[in-house]
């Protein structure tokens, strides 16, 4: 079985502050993909990034930036120069790509604040 | 082009009743899962359609239910409502499940409480 965990229930940063979101996921498939995805106040999941098992390259794209490591099973989100519209709950999730179990696993989610 | 769109917006119902949600994939799209997502759970996935066949379904009991139509437009149902059914459905739609995973686009959702 699939599992996605987002250690950070919360985070509070002030504007312009960087931050990092966690994730660190299981599985025993080797083929996979992991996203993330954004949720805003009003509910809709806004997709924001994939990545495949076997692209290990990180990426940045404006202010966001990905970190993947299949070492140590992570995929760390960071947003450099947070504004306040970014506050929203982030979510980690995970798809394998062979079997029945093609659905998306995601984490708990980080709540994420950013004051002004 | 337009987004998934999930009708209705808000549902209030009663324990016992039944409720059907709908859910308009993305033009081109033929896939649709459908996902609940409550403060205590989380996000779970529901079930996946594809080509009007139910390909995929998570761990809910048989009161939770789904088809989808030619169009690829979905609805799901549920029935004999219990309080612990109020939460947000989303619904996502993708090109299609059988070959690599794309990216999967979400509605808006349907928020349904349950008195």
């Known amino acids: 079985a699939q599992k996605v965990t987002q250690a950070q229930t919360e985070i509070s940063v002030v504007e312009k502050e960087d931050v990092t979101l966690d994730c660190v996921y299981e599985?025993?498939?080797?083929?996979?993909?992991l996203f993330w995805y954004k949720q805003p106040p009003s509910g809709e999941l806004v997709f924001l990034i994939r990545r495949n098992s076997f692209d290990e390259q990180n990426e940045i794209s404006g202010r966001y930036s990905w970190n993947f490591q299949k070492s140590t099973s992570s995929f760390n989100f960071t947003i450099t120069a947070s504004q306040v519209v970014d506050s929203a709950v982030y979510f980690c999730a995970l798809i394998i790509s062979s079997g029945s179990a093609r659905q998306l696993t995601f984490g708990s989610g980080t709540q994420l604040t950013v004051l002004p | 082009k337009a987004g998934v769109t999930q009708t209705p917006r808000y549902l209030i119902k009663t324990r016992g009743q039944q409720v059907t949600l709908s859910c308009s994939p993305i033009?081109?799209?033929?896939?649709v899962s459908w996902y609940q997502q409550t403060p205590g759970q989380g996000l779970q996935f529901l079930f996946e359609y594809f080509s009007e066949t139910q390909r995929n379904k998570g761990n809910f009991p048989g009161r939770f239910s789904g088809r989808q139509f030619s169009n690829s437009r979905s609805e799901m149902n549920v029935s004999t409502l219990e309080l612990g059914d109020s939460a947000l459905y989303l619904c996502a739609s993708s090109r299609r499940p059988r070959d690599r995973p794309h990216e999967q686009y979400f509605g808006p959702g349907t928020r349904l409480t349950v008195t």
């Open positions: 033009s081109g799209h033929r896939s």
């Open positions: 599985t025993r498939d080797t083929t996979y993909y």
